[in-house]
């Protein structure tokens, strides 16, 4: 249970300041004209891509130009533009030189008239198919596996959710604040998604930080006889930070983009991704406690203690650098 806590913050503290940047590299191939394509490859610095690594476009495909390169965020961004004399429907697009690659790469095509299509490709498939008319189906099951991969290497989000059930006890006393989280991330993450509403990117992503942080405090303050508000009404804490982490999943879903024709089924299926995850962190953490609890009660309390000084720590820090960064 250490080792595995401890992994899990040095996998934090090193991964860049802004944990709700997309994960996965991200391909977008985009048609301007009846020949003329961009494409604009972003390759994530930690995520297992070498050299060697390329992109595959449709044959008939060429480049016009010299490609442009930007290095930010842990990430190399390369756009160039090509002339397509060949159709691109019913060819293959995708990556040479996956093998070695840790992360999967989300695939936007966009040609003129017709609808975007939202592929994704894996080391064990790393071309896919053009399709003439982008399914409701492709574009479900890629924003679905894109949630999950969201709440599992969202470090920060994954932090919050593991501190609630450290906090707190019971099933249903979970439940019921991670059921708060939830539907109050979803309301954010809609309506920011779709231009209702809207925060600025970097406040926001501080105070995610300080969420933690507040959740690590009342971990440590906590005393058997004293209930403390986080434990009276934990739905209503939960409720109020998941507004503010909603807005961290609209700022990863906005860089991922959303094809225009399908933008309910991309948001459910994203929004879905995130609850599979979420479920899968709530279970794992209440698992690891019980075998731990059954191994020996006496130990517990120290090993939520390290963890949550860990916790807190982690926090303080994301605060700091994304604040005065």
């Not at 995708?94 to 840790?102: C, I, K």
């Not at 860089?255 to 299926?269: C, M, N, R």
């Not at 406690?289 to 120290?302: V, Y």
């Amino acid at each position: 249970m250490i080792r595995l806590i401890c992994l899990l913050i040095l996998l934090a503290i090193g991964s860049p300041a802004r944990a709700d940047e997309l994960r996965p590299g991200y391909m977008e191939f985009t048609q301007k004209s009846a020949t003329q394509w961009v494409l604009v490859w972003k390759v994530p610095m930690q995520g297992g891509f070498t050299p060697s690594t390329a992109p595959y476009l449709p044959k008939g495909c060429e480049p016009t130009g010299q490609a442009q390169r930007d290095i930010a965020n842990a990430a190399v961004t390369t756009r160039t533009t090509y002339r397509c004399s060949r159709e691109v429907a019913g060819q293959r697009i995708g990556l040479d030189g996956m093998e070695t690659a840790q992360s999967d790469v989300l695939v936007r095509v966009a040609p003129l008239g017709r609808p975007v299509q939202a592929l994704r490709l894996t080391p064990a498939e790393p071309r896919v198919l053009i399709q003439g008319k982008a399914s409701g189906w492709q574009v479900a099951r890629t924003y679905f596996l894109t949630g999950i991969d969201h709440i599992l290497f969202g470090y920060d989000h994954l932090l919050f959710v593991v501190s609630l059930v450290l906090l707190l006890s019971g099933f249903w006393t979970i439940a019921k604040a991670v059921t708060a989280f939830t539907v109050a991330h979803s309301l954010t993450l809609v309506g920011t998604t779709l231009g209702w509403i809207g925060l600025p990117q970097q406040p926001v992503e501080s105070i995610i930080a300080l969420s933690i942080l507040f959740l690590a405090v009342e971990i440590i303050k906590r005393k058997p006889g004293k209930i403390r508000l986080s434990e009276r009404v934990p739905w209503v804490v939960a409720f109020g930070f998941g507004l503010l982490h909603g807005f961290g999943f609209a700022g990863a879903l906005k860089e991922i983009g959303l094809p225009e024709q399908d933008i309910s089924v991309a948001l459910f299926t994203f929004n879905i991704g995130v609850e599979v995850g979420q479920i899968m962190i709530v279970a794992l953490t209440m698992l690891l406690l019980t075998i731990l609890r059954r191994i020996s009660e006496a130990l517990l309390p120290p090993v939520v203690k390290v963890a949550t000084y860990a916790i807190g720590i982690t926090a303080s820090y994301w605060f700091i650098e994304r604040t005065f960064s």
